[in-house]
Nanobody, 115 residues
Framework: QVHLLESGGGLVQPGGSLRLSCAAS????????MRWYRQPPGKERELVAA???????NYSDSVKGRFTISRDNAKNTVYLQMDSLKPEDTAVYYC?????????WGKGTLVTVSS
């Protein structure tokens, strides 16, 4: 069992920055890939960024160059640094842990980009 707790969401103006955190606990040694997803209001959930246990990263085209995913293995935490935020980045952001056999999800944190 893996437990995920997101934090760091909030209200930010366009062009601003936020850093989301996802703290993992439990059977974390089984985690192969950590991902951030988001679900904008009235839309489906979409993949934002991913990072493997070896540190390889991948981003959706919509956030490439603006968002950075990273991990601190000592703290069992994954981060999503979000810069140059746009109103269309408004969404609930979810952390996901992929153990190959099971996917675990956090409860999400709301990011609102608005002036």
């Amino acid at each position: 069992q893996v437990h995920l707790l997101e934090s760091g969401g909030g209200l930010v103006q366009p062009g601003g920055s936020l850093r989301l955190s996802c703290a993992a606990s439990g059977s974390i040694f089984n985690i192969n890939v950590m991902r951030w997803y988001r679900q904008p209001p009235g839309k489906e959930r979409e993949l934002v960024a991913a990072i493997t246990s070896g540190g390889i990263t991948n981003y959706s085209d919509s956030v490439k160059g603006r968002f950075t995913i990273s991990r601190d293995n000592a703290k069992n935490t994954v981060y999503l640094q979000m810069d140059s935020l746009k109103p269309e980045d408004t969404a609930v952001y979810y952390c996901n842990a992929d153990t190959v056999t099971v996917n675990y999800w956090g409860k999400g944190t709301l990011v609102t980009v608005s002036s």
